[in-house]
Structures are given as C-alpha cells and as structure tokens.
C-alpha cells in the first residue's frame, strides 16, 4: 500500500468514526446536559475531558502505554480513600455521597472520553500500516461503542443530565433497547467504515490495481451478509448487543481470514 493511500484510508476511518462522536457532542453542548447534572458528576466529565486533551496534545503522553493513560483517567479513584477518612472522622454524609456520586460518575466520564484516544491510535496504527488482527478489533469496538453511546442520547431527555444518559447506557449494554433507535449517523459511519476496511484488507502491502478482484469480491459478498443478517435479525432479535455484534464480529473474521490466505 502506498504512502498516500495509507494516509488516505487512517483519516476516512477516523473521520467517521469522529462524525459519531460529534454527533454525541453536540448532543451534549444543546442540551446543557452537564447543567442537568449534579455537581460531582459535571466535574467529574470536565475533569476527564480536559485530562484526554491533554493526552492528545501533549506528545509525551499520546506515545505513552495505555496503562500510563488509564492512570491518568483514573484520578478521581485516589480521592475515595480521602473522603472515606473523612466520612469516618467527621460522621458527615456529604463525604459518603460524594464517594457514591464518584462511583457512579467516573465509569461513564471514562466511556465518554475514551473515544478520542481510541481514535486517535486506530488512525496512527491504519498509518502505520498495522497488522489486521490489530485494526479490525480496534476498529468494530470502536465504532460499537460510539454506536451505543448515540444511540442512548436519542433515549435520553437532556434534563435528566448525566444520570438519565448513565441508566440508559446501562440499558443499551443489558440489550434491554431495540437497534431500530440507532440514528442515520450510525448507518452513514458504519458504511463508510466498511468500504475503509476492505480497501484497508485488500490493499494492505500490495498494490491498489492489483488489488481490485479482491475488492470487488468483498464488497459483493460482504454487502450480501450484511442484507442477509439485516432480514434475520429483524424476526430473530431486539438486541442491540446482537444486532451490532455480530455482523462486526463475522467481518472482523472474514476480512481477517481473506489476508491470511493471501
């Protein structure tokens, strides 16, 4: 694969994915979600959030192990041990619903930033040209876990803050919601990651004009599971978990055993 084609290819999966995320975003900022919310859990979202810019903006840290990075997001976990003395010392339930509302809050904070750092790895390791057992994973969890996080904000008021989008992430998760709620942004990313994904399989250290036989088979018997399962899964499931999953992980493992064989 060539210098500008790999280019080419990183910024296409990362600009789709990046439109879901935008999409959460604006969802986000329209809403006044963070006004919605309790003061803990606010502060806890900014806290990550601006924690993940400097990760991303700061070389050092982008090029740092993940576990140096979980680290980072993981602050508000060395506070409970504090506010626990302090519960126990001064006998105020201020400190204890402060450790719960950090309990609650710093999962989610970390599902809701998390996404830019994936983002910015799966482009970086699409430019490098790495191997399809490293991207295919990188990029179904990716693009699954946007997936869930937009379509939990078209169930959830914005006056509810973050502790309505919390319940209804949860939900999503259990299965307990339909995919048909799925926003087009979804379908648009996830077809624009498909064609990006197979061009990425088939043109992988080769070269693009001998690579179009390959390209066109996969599109063809790709796009014939893909309708296939759409009909199956309408009259077999509800599950957003299935709906989403499986067919991520069939392609992940097709694309994975054509590159093999090659």
């Excluded at 060539?2 to 990046?18: G, I, K």
């Excluded at 626990?84 to 509302?101: C, D, K, T």
């Excluded at 599902?111 to 983002?119: D, Q």
């Excluded at 999503?172 to 061009?199: D, W």
């Amino acid at each position: 694969m060539n210098l500008r084609l790999t280019w080419v290819l990183a910024a296409a999966a990362a600009l789709s994915l990046v439109w879901i995320f935008a999409s959460f975003i604006s969802w986000l900022v329209l809403g006044a979600v963070l006004l919605s919310s309790n003061s803990v859990a606010s502060l806890v979202v900014i806290s990550a959030a601006l924690r993940m810019a400097a990760i991303v903006c700061v070389k050092r840290l982008r090029t740092a192990d993940l576990l140096v990075i979980i680290d980072i997001l993981s602050l508000e976990i060395v506070s409970i041990p504090f506010l626990a003395l302090a519960s126990l010392f001064s006998g105020n339930p201020v400190f204890a619903e402060a450790i719960r509302q950090v309990l609650f809050a710093w999962p989610f904070a970390l599902i809701l930033v998390s996404p830019v750092y994936g983002i910015y790895k799966l482009a970086t390791l699409m430019r490098d040209s790495a191997s399809l057992s490293t991207v295919l994973p990188s990029t179904v969890m990716l693009y699954a876990l946007l997936a869930i996080i937009l379509t939990a904000t078209t169930l959830t008021s914005p006056s509810s803050g973050l502790a309505g989008l919390s319940q209804t992430l949860v939900a999503v998760f259990l299965g307990g919601l339909s995919h048909e709620v799925a926003p087009p942004e979804v379908g648009a990313a996830g077809i624009l990651l498909y064609v990006v994904l197979i061009l990425y399989a088939t043109t992988r250290g080769r070269d693009m004009r001998a690579s179009l036989n390959s390209i066109l088979i996969l599109a063809v018997v790709g796009s014939l599971v893909a309708l296939g399962w759409a009909f199956l899964a309408t009259g077999v499931t509800d599950l957003a978990s299935l709906a989403f999953g499986v067919p991520g992980v069939a392609l992940a493992a097709f694309l994975w055993g054509v590159s093999r064989a090659h």
